[in-house]
């Protein structure tokens, strides 16, 4: 631990080193919060799980917008948009979300429509955070991508089948593991939260492992810890 990253987390009791190990543990694997609570205590590190909360929600967001703008205009020029359902106290929501060709998460927003003016406001916001356009956007058959892309983006190819669209129907079952392991999300803004920062993490982790030799995971493993170490110690709380 340096004398600058005890510096920038000095209002919080533990170093920002087991701070960011505990943000790491929650979002990179489907551990509840007293799961990784029980992980730190194994480690001689006694928070509670009410602190693990505290520490994903404040520092989650944080993380997640410092690998957004790393990783900005690095993705694939072909998108994939869905949307799943979520049920939250009842109410359902459905979750629109868009990964690239190669599974990268591109973003997520939770809205509780399923038509044109939802799919224009994910757009907007794919294009707002990515800075660029993408080659083709590839969906299912729901009518309201074609109008909103008729609207926003008028030349772009647009490719509309539900069998192209397994990436990102694929790419839902993490979010879909977590939901039950979270026992379902409490409210809009826990879920909005929890997406927005859970993809950009999984994204960093995100190695496509069977089509590598062992020895090249391993660099590539040891590159993407690097990185998550840097951007942790370089968050100011």
């Known amino acids: 631990m340096t004398k600058d990253a005890s510096a920038q987390y000095k209002r919080h009791r533990f170093p920002a080193a087991i701070i960011a190990h505990a943000v790491w543990l929650y979002y990179r694997f489907p551990l509840s919060l007293r799961d990784v609570e029980d992980l730190l205590a194994e ?34 020029d ?77 030349g772009i190819e647009h490719r509309s089948h539900k069998g192209l669209n397994n990436r990102v129907e694929n790419s839902h079952l993490p979010v879909r593991r977590r939901e039950r392991r979270m026992m379902r999300f409490k409210s809009a803004r826990q879920c909005q939260s929890f997406v927005s920062t859970h993809g950009q993490i999984a994204n960093l982790f995100n190695l496509h492992r069977k089509h590598l030799t062992a020895a090249d995971h391993r660099q590539l493993r040891a590159h993407a810890n690097t990185n998550w170490r840097e951007i942790a110690l370089s968050i100011k709380a």
């Open 43 to 76: 480690r001689g590190i006694d928070v509670s799980f009410q602190t693990v909360a505290e520490w994903a929600r404040k520092f989650g967001l944080k993380f997640a917008h410092q690998l957004r703008r790393l990783s900005r205009g690095s993705f694939a």
């Open 78 to 154: 072909t998108w994939h948009l869905d949307e799943m359902v979520v049920s939250i106290k009842g109410k359902k929501y459905w979750l629109w979300r868009a990964v690239d060709a190669n599974g990268y998460v591109l973003d997520a927003l939770l809205q509780s429509r399923r038509n044109k003016r939802a799919a224009l406001r994910l757009m907007r916001k794919l294009l707002k955070s990515q800075g660029v356009t993408p080659r083709v956007i590839v969906t299912d058959k729901l009518r309201s991508y074609s109008a909103a892309k008729r609207q926003l983006m008028p």
